[in-house]
């Protein structure tokens, strides 16, 4: 990304971690690190992509991105403004302009509620609209998600899964923000229902000039909406760019273009299969080794217990993301 791209969210060393209640831990208790000191930019009105495998902390970190739920260390800015020094009613202000979209609309959205209620909403909370105003804000919203206006009074189990999804991106929207996490949004859906979502977003992205972080497993639809990518593991960021699935340099990155079934990516300018030039992983390889244990202490780089090419050094010694690379063995450092 050139260097003039201005960024609206900004993560400074951010670390989360949540506490478990388990009669197994001497005190009861344990904290774990679930985030570890992430660093990264989302510019204005483009797409983070943010992959890797179930746990490695994405959802925690999206959240994280919008103080959802607190940090335990670092900085989080929107718009250059830090957002843990907001006092409670400044952040709630600030909120209007951060929201998310959840993977599982059937659990994000209230049984109980009509559609209009659960869209429109959020203008009531915030003192934006009311009567006539908010049912016609609530009905143009619709519109534009590709919702019939006419439905407003039903409620979300006489929707199908796309819908749902629609109405949930309604929500987000109502409230005209800038910035938007999407957690998931199609991973609950068909494939022909992903797809209409993706090119709604997308469409929206461009129409509003709003700014993503996009959430997902999948590499193949990351790869297709994301303007920049970062891969995430066990709590960290190993590699982040614009070209992360073309030209990988990440060990764990390989893998997990390596691990994709059918290869649904091919990565643009890879060698082709066999001897692998001189320090890089083998290739054509199901992904091996274990990830650490979330309870273990650690040290080093936390992807060393899989990695082919880690060495001793790797294993004492914590590798900083330089030039979007967090790998000793890559960037020295
Ligand atoms: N509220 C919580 N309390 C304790 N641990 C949690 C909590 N939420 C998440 N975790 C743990 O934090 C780790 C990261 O979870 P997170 O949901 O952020 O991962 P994820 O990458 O989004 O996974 P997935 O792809 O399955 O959605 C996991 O080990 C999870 O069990
Ligand atoms: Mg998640």
Redesign the pocket.
């Known amino acids: 990304m050139k260097n003039n791209s201005k960024s609206l969210v900004k993560l400074e060393n951010v670390s989360v971690d949540f506490s478990i209640s388990n009669s197994l831990f001497a005190d009861g208790k344990k904290k774990l690190r679930v985030v570890d000191e992430v660093s990264l930019e989302i510019y204005k009105g483009k797409i983070l992509g943010l992959v890797g495998e179930?746990g490695s902390g994405?959802?925690?970190l999206?959240r994280a991105s919008i103080r959802l739920i607190p940090t335990a260390a670092g900085k989080v800015f929107f718009n250059g403004i830090e957002l843990e020094k907001l006092r409670k009613e400044e952040l709630r202000i600030m909120r209007r302009q951060m929201q998310i979209v959840f993977?599982d609309p059937n659990s994000s959205l209230d049984p109980r509620m009509k559609i209009k209620d659960l869209i429109g909403n959020p203008l009531l909370v915030h003192r934006i609209a009311k009567n006539n105003e908010l049912k016609d804000r609530t009905a143009k919203i619709m519109e534009r998600v590709g919702l019939s206006p006419d439905e407003m009074h039903k409620y979300p189990h006489q929707f199908s899964g796309g819908q749902k999804q629609r109405i949930s991106i309604a929500r987000a929207l109502i409230l005209e923000p800038e910035y938007i996490v999407l957690?998931?949004p199609v991973s609950a859906l068909d494939l022909s229902i992903q797809a209409q979502i993706i090119n709604l977003v997308l469409d929206l992205r461009k129409e509003l000039e709003l700014t993503y972080l996009f959430?997902s497993?999948d590499i193949g639809v990351v790869s297709h909406v994301s303007d920049r990518v970062a891969v995430m593991y066990f709590g960290r960021i190993m590699e982040i760019g614009e070209n992360v699935f073309e030209d990988p340099k990440h060990p764990y990155t390989m893998m997990l273009i390596e691990s994709l079934p059918g290869k649904k990516i091919k990565p643009v300018g890879k060698p082709p299969r066999g001897e692998p030039p001189r320090g890089e992983p083998p290739r054509g390889e199901p992904p091996r080794g274990e990830p650490p244990s979330i309870f273990e202490s650690r040290s080093g780089c936390v992807f060393y217990s899989r990695c082919p090419i880690g060495d001793e050094e790797c294993k004492k010694i914590v590798p900083q993301l330089k030039n979007g690379v967090a790998c000793l063995k890559k960037n020295g450092c």
């Open positions: 179930s994405k959802t925690t999206g993977q957690d998931e959430i497993h």
